[in-house]
């Protein structure tokens, strides 16, 4: 189990330098948010690896500009759209080869409460079929405006997918679905292979760790219980903190909670 940060924390900051600034103050492993296609050339990515590679740093997933598309696109009723979405998120993986990264953030589709858990299952293989072939693993995240923030549908999904599926829980998001966090632990089980985290209380539910009253020694114990090798990703908005004071002290504080819970 790893803690790390997103480059998302510093948006609209151009991703070089975020990516080193985190690696600068210590933090050690990341989670890289491409924030537009020119970013994904090797060149970029090389740029990036070498960062990474002077401070002894890792990135472990990557997430895409791109979500907000996939509910037309991936997820599409016209096949050629869904082809090409696929084909371009190859893009992605070949990035995530020059990096490192293993895990691809998807946010999936949009829509009624009705949509078919079979189309959506067969849209996720496919795209996790082909990042397979780049060592990738492409985990769903549950996000508020999307399907997937309902705990309901993701447990119809799981029902189908069983192992297949794998899961990125984001606590904030959950909260703004009114959903319970240790739920989708519990009904995640070892699907559950990424986090992005943040502290929550009567301040908000974006939140440093240690602002808020979130229960993770509780949280990690039970994640860890159920996915030892899940890595947990401070995903704070840029308004949410005061600067990498905030985030290295979060990083801090998680790193510690993985410490006691994996002696």
């Known amino acids: 189990m790893l803690a790390g940060v997103s480059t998302a924390c510093f948006y609209p900051k151009p991703l070089e330098d975020s990516l080193y600034q985190l690696a600068l103050n210590g933090i050690r492993n990341c989670e890289i948010f491409i924030n537009t296609h020119s970013e994904i050339n090797r060149a970029f990515a090389l740029g990036l690896r070498d960062t990474m590679s ?9 997430h895409p500009f791109t979500c907000e598309l996939e509910p037309i696109m991936l997820f599409s009723d016209y ?3 869904v082809d090409d979405t ?8 070949e990035f995530m080869n020059i990096v490192g990264a293993k895990m691809f953030i998807l ?10 858990r079979d189309l959506f299952c067969e849209r996720y293989m496919m795209l996790s079929d082909a990042a397979a072939k780049f060592g990738v693993t492409v985990t ?7 399907l997937s923030g309902s705990l309901k549908f993701v447990k119809d999904i799981h029902s189908i ?12 998001q959950a909260l703004r679905a009114k959903e319970n966090p240790f739920e989708f632990v519990k009904a995640l089980g070892s699907s559950l ?3 992005h ?20 020694q509780k949280f990690i114990t039970d994640v860890y219980s159920v996915s030892p090798d899940a890595s947990l990703i401070i995903e704070l908005y840029k308004n949410s903190f005061c600067g990498i004071s905030d985030l290295l002290s979060s990083y801090n504080i998680i790193d510690n909670f993985i410490s006691k819970v994996s002696m």
């Open 54 to 62: 002077h401070f002894d740093a890792h990135c472990i997933s990557v």
């Open 79 to 81: 096949p050629r759209r």
């Open 86 to 93: 696929i084909d371009y998120y190859k893009h992605f993986f």
């Open 107 to 116: 946010h999936g589709a949009k829509g009624s409460p009705n949509f078919s």
């Open 140 to 146: 769903l995240e549950n996000v508020n405006r999307c």
């Open 161 to 172: 997918l069983g192992s297949s599926l794998s899961f990125t829980l984001d606590t904030k």
């Open 193 to 195: 292979k990424h986090l």
């Open 197 to 216: 985290i943040s502290d929550s209380g009567e301040l908000g539910d974006c939140l440093p760790i240690g602002k808020g009253r979130f229960n993770f």
